[in-house]
């Protein structure tokens, strides 16, 4: 006998309610979690829905007091957003572990009880020839805060009050001047917790190069002929791709449907939904981490119910429940973000590919350094594959920038113990001297690197956690997993040595040695510690982007898709901080991190430069970032997945035990690998994690490989039953395919 755990009336409020039903044999094959069914309910036997969430064989009360599935509910086969969401979560259950109830977590979008609030929206009252009038009085007068503020609204009409504080850093005190001269309106108007962009749609449309408009003609003709095949952009870095998904978007809205952008980075969010929001107007909205449970629930409300055509943000975006879902489209697809560190460890990749069947919608990646994974199944003919090899700007074409790879080792033989090397010290005096703007990027955040002792060697580690301690400018050495703090020492613990101290090599510490050599350049810093509260992203950015600095420094997030295009150089500090990582991807890792980074140099007509230093500059993935050659890079790697047996050629599953007692999580480990010995597999392990304890939790790992993804999952099924079985569940298992 089958017995369906089944939820009543689902809602995160709801989810650990189950109620248990009796599945009669000729339901048993329509029966499947995440099938929305009939069931009788409480004492008078009221027929309700409800969603199928688990199903077993043995009962869980008497059976006497269980009653019987009625049958699917006639709205099963409707489309209905959230019975799709729920069928979504079944998959993923499946196909990366966990438990249901995880899975409907993370699709479900939370309710909030909240208001709505009001926001003040600036409408522009000027003709364009009086307000061109105006702007000259402005800027001749220097005022330039209003003038910002007017060329702002002759762009855009009407703005939002949150965004002319936050992009322009402009006050309500510049805004009430100009209303009381008659040349702005202000309106507050109701509205959800809705961080988008209100304004004026319908503007700045691009002219399509011929390499543009053959994708999309080829795109939206195989979309009105029901060809769903997944399809990959590979373009070069400023090659218009932005521009590509606008138009297939159009396409597909123009049919009645929906659209889901997502993009790797919060960072990214601002700048996207402002090219979007010319084009869409109002009906576009954004989500990210950063915005309140309230803002979240009110987007998702809103796309609900027809009010939106598009939504944009980072993987949880693709959540949304739109009724008519047209098409999904995922920016800068390699990125590591897209994978989810929390249980179930989706992929948002495969869980988009999967929804889009499950919705009859395209889905669209696109990348300048698409993933091995991506580019190794477009080779194979799973996805479809489209190319542009050119840069593309206002006036047409626009060339790759010159790349030159200084060899650090050289540069300290010569005596430069700086962190810029005599070619990257030269290119910034020069650009500097001309107004144009740099980026320097290092992959690190903090003061400093890792503190030891250089008599004894001892490193300085965090007592929760196997890690270093870093320390940063307020002297503090911190722990960036748990958080622990205490102050710096002075003498070794362990043999009394004053030789102790850190490798100076963070954003912080980098912030300060250009101050020193460039004492009157202006800098910016984005890295973790500068953008922890909302909006800090967005100021630091429109900062920038308004020319407010001439120096930018961070980490990975600068790097990442933005468009700026006064910056003509670039500065990769130290190219090798991910090549010898942990990790079977340093190199794929390295290349895209450094291709990115150069693609944010000379994106606007302006030459660009870019200046790679490194320890390596024979390493292939060096060697092929400097030349922007990601086929040649692509053969390289495959070639070493191949000899190795790593994805995309074979599959991977990393299975982790945790538990405060280290021997009950070593037990737990070597319970799978029992498990895992039966089936035809390769085993790694099991040992101690990377990192073998955070938040005094001992962590175990076992790594198993196959060419068969279903195997795999097969034997994270027979793992799961055993837990299910066990009668002392203690320890915790985590399992993640494919790992990131």
């Known amino acids: 006998m089958t017995y369906a755990d089944i939820i009543i009336g689902i809602s995160h409020e709801k989810l650990d309610h189950t109620f248990q039903y009796r599945v009669r044999d000729e339901l048993a094959g329509s029966i499947v979690p995440g099938a929305y069914v009939e069931v009788p309910f409480g004492n008078g036997g009221r027929v309700v829905s409800g969603y199928v969430v688990g199903l077993s064989e043995k009962p869980k009360i008497d059976e006497s007091r269980i009653r019987d599935v009625i049958g699917l509910s006639a709205e099963e086969e409707s489309g209905e957003p959230q019975a799709r969401l729920v069928k979504l979560a079944a998959w993923m259950k499946q196909h990366y572990g966990g438990t249901m109830i995880q899975s409907l977590k993370c699709v479900l979008p939370v309710k909030s009880d909240q208001k709505p609030r009001e926001k003040l929206i600036v409408h522009l009252l000027l003709e364009p020839e009086e307000a061109e009038k105006r702007l000259f009085e402005f800027r001749t007068a220097h005022q330039n805060a209003r003038a910002r503020l007017l060329e702002a609204l002759m762009e855009a009409g009407t703005l939002d009050m949150a965004l002319i504080s936050q992009k322009l850093n402009i006050t309500k005190t510049v805004v009430n001047s100009l209303e009381k001269r008659g040349i702005v309106r202000t309106e507050s108007v109701p509205v959800y917790r809705n961080p988008a962009i209100t304004g004026t749609a319908g503007k700045g449309t691009l ?24 399809s990959l952009i590979h373009g070069v870095t400023g090659s218009g791709k932005t521009e590509l998904y606008i138009r297939m978007i159009e396409g597909v809205v123009r049919q009645g449907k929906q659209a889901i952008m997502l993009i790797p980075e919060i960072a990214l969010t601002y ?34 119910r027809g009010e939106l055509d598009v939504m944009i943000g980072p993987r949880s975006a693709l959540f949304t429940p739109f009724a008519d879902l047209g098409i999904i489209i995922m920016d800068e697809e390699h990125e ?20 889009a069947e499950l919705s009859d919608a395209a889905f669209v990646m696109g990348s300048a350094t698409p993933s091995m994974d991506a580019y190794y199944h477009a080779q194979n003919g799973d996805y479809r594959l489209y190319e542009m090899k050119e840069r593309v700007g206002a006036k047409g074409e626009v060339r790759l920038p010159t790349v030159y790879t200084v060899d650090l080792r050289e540069e300290l033989k010569r005596g430069n113990r700086s962190v810029f090397s005599g070619k990257l010290y030269s290119l910034m005096e020069d650009r500097l001297s001309k107004g144009e703007q740099i980026m320097l990027f290092l992959n690190r955040r903090g003061y400093a690197g890792f503190i030891s002792c250089r008599k004894c060697g001892f490193i300085y580690k965090c007592p929760h956690c196997d890690v270093s301690l870093v320390q940063h400018k307020d002297g503090k050495l911190t722990c960036h997993y748990c958080g622990f703090r205490t102050d710096m020492v002075k003498t070794c613990p362990e043999c009394g040595s004053r030789y102790i101290g850190g490798m100076k090599a963070g954003t912080e510490q980098i912030e300060q040695s250009v101050r020193k050599e460039f004492p009157g350049a202006r800098t910016l810093r984005m890295d973790m510690d500068t953008t922890k509260e909302a909006g800090n992203y ?36 130290v190219a090798d901080m991910s090549l010898y990582a942990n990790d079977y991807r340093a190199g794929e890792r390295t290349f895209q ?54 994805p995309p050629v074979m599959h991977l599953l990393s299975v982790l035990a945790e538990d405060y007692q280290e021997e009950a999580a070593q037990s737990l480990i070597e319970k799978v690998d029992r498990i895992a010995s039966g089936f035809p597999v390769v085993r790694i392990g099991p040992a101690d994690a990377a990192i073998s304890r955070i938040k005094d939790m001992y962590r175990k790992q076992l790594f198993l490989k196959s060419g068969d993804y279903e195997l795999l999952t097969r034997i994270k099924d027979a793992v799961e039953e055993m837990r299910e079985q066990e009668r002392s569940y203690r320890g915790r298992l985590e399992f993640d395919f494919d790992p990131a």
């Open 593 to 646: 991190l450094l291709t990115q980074a150069a693609g944010r140099a000379g994106r606007a007509g302006k030459p660009g430069e870019v200046v790679i230093q490194t320890y390596s500059p024979e390493h292939f993935a060096v060697v092929h970032a400097a030349a922007q050659d990601y086929g040649a890079f692509y053969r390289d790697e495959i070639a070493y997945r191949e000899l190795c047996g790593y």
């Open 538 to 573: 967005e100021k630091i950015l429109s900062s920038f982007a308004n020319e407010e600095a001439d120096i930018l420094i961070g980490t990975q997030m600068i790097v990442k898709g933005h468009d700026f295009p006064n910056v003509t150089l670039m500065g990769i500090l």
């Open 207 to 230: 002219t399509l190069t011929e390499a543009q408009s053959r994708i999309v003609s080829d795109f939206l003709h195989r979309y009105g002929a029901g060809d769903r095949k997944p």
């Open 336 to 355: 590591t973000s897209y994978k989810s560190e929390a249980t179930p460890k989706y992929h948002a990749r495969e869980t988009a590919i999967r929804l």
């Open 271 to 304: 700048q996207t939904v402002v090219r979007f929001y010319a084009r869409f107007g109002d009906r576009v909205s954004y989500l990210h981490s950063r915005l309140t449970r309230g803002e979240r629930y009110d987007q998702f409300l809103r796309a609900k």
